[in-house]
């Protein structure tokens, strides 16, 4: 709210509310009675007294009195709702003893709501600098960043909270909106399988280094009885249970395949199952990497 609130008198005329409205660029004031809250004028308000050529008039004659009003400890959100329901500019802010004390506009709604959001992002903004510099300052003959995820099975209520952290952390470290949309479709598909097909679910782990990210995702069981198979596009083990879900439509590994550079797939059957996959921060690498991926699944 403005504290430096600029008030009426009932009994002033309406040319001097004329003069403060085009001294203080205002388009509304409360109107006070020993300060206590009596009416508000509006610019409304004196459009309609410049139309009767009526400046002479008290200022009681054209206010609306018993205006709607709040106190300084409401929720902003009452005051949006009053702003929407009686489609007034202006809310004047009074105490217990009804003493104007502030006013309230859209328009000062609309300026903390651009402070706080310019607070949070900038609060982002640093969290991401500074995550993103995080290997700068470091001298190591390898410097890696490890995360790992562990994921049970048939836990559909958090599937995609793992791989949805992993793409949040790539941007926060800086690697590219490309880089970070490609290891997250990745992450999830590899963490969407091992809620469908594991017996006791699994870990994914990724280690994001400064040049390449590499993504694993374990388990015990009960693994792939054939890989080839099983990389064919629609070709899945899914129960009916899984596929009326809306999951198991078999393109989990193949759109991973799609988005890595390196891609193996270890398994044995009974036992459990392993893949590996690697995306390099480095496009020209990337894409050579990606030729020679395709040549060896062909």
Not at 91 to 110: E, F, S
Not at 222 to 228: A, E, K, Q, V, Y
């Amino acid at each position: 709210m403005s504290r430096d609130v600029k008030c009426l008198h009932p009994d002033m005329l309406m040319h001097q509310a004329l003069e403060l409205f085009r001294n203080e660029r205002i388009s509304g004031a409360p109107v006070t009675c020993d300060s206590t809250l009596c009416g508000v004028l509006s610019m409304e308000d004196l459009i309609r007294c410049l139309l009767n050529q009526d400046l002479d008039a008290r200022i009681s004659a054209y206010m609306t009195p018993n205006p709607f009003y709040i106190h300084p400890a409401d929720p902003v959100i009452e005051a949006l709702k009053l702003f929407v329901s009686t489609r007034h500019g202006r809310l004047p802010v009074i105490d217990q003893d009804r003493k104007v004390v502030g006013i309230l506009t859209k328009g000062d709604i609309t300026v903390g709501l651009l402070k706080a959001l310019q607070k949070d992002f900038q609060a982002e903004e640093i969290r991401r600098y500074r995550a993103s510099h995080l290997f700068e300052d470091i001298v190591s003959d390898r410097t890696s960043l490890i995360l790992r995820y562990q994921i049970k099975p048939r836990d559909f209520t958090h599937g995609g909270a793992a791989s949805s952290n992993i793409k949040r952390a790539l941007l926060r470290l800086g690697a590219s909106p490309n880089i970070a949309r490609r290891c997250g479709i990745a992450a999830y598909e590899a963490e969407m399988n091992l809620i469908i097909h594991t017996t006791n679910g699994g870990v994914i782990r990724v280690e994001i280094e400064p040049h390449q990210i590499t993504l694993e995702a374990t388990d015990d069981g009960p693994g792939i009885h054939d890989i080839d198979l099983a990389m064919q596009p629609g070709y899945s083990t899914a129960t009916e249970e899984i596929r009326e879900l809306g999951f198991g439509a078999g393109m989990g590994l193949v759109n991973i395949r799609r988005c890595v550079d390196q891609f193996r797939l270890e398994s044995t059957w009974g036992k459990g199952t392993r893949l590996r996959v690697r995306i390099f921060m480095n496009p020209e690498e990337s894409s050579k990497s990606t030729s020679e991926n395709e040549r060896e699944n062909r």
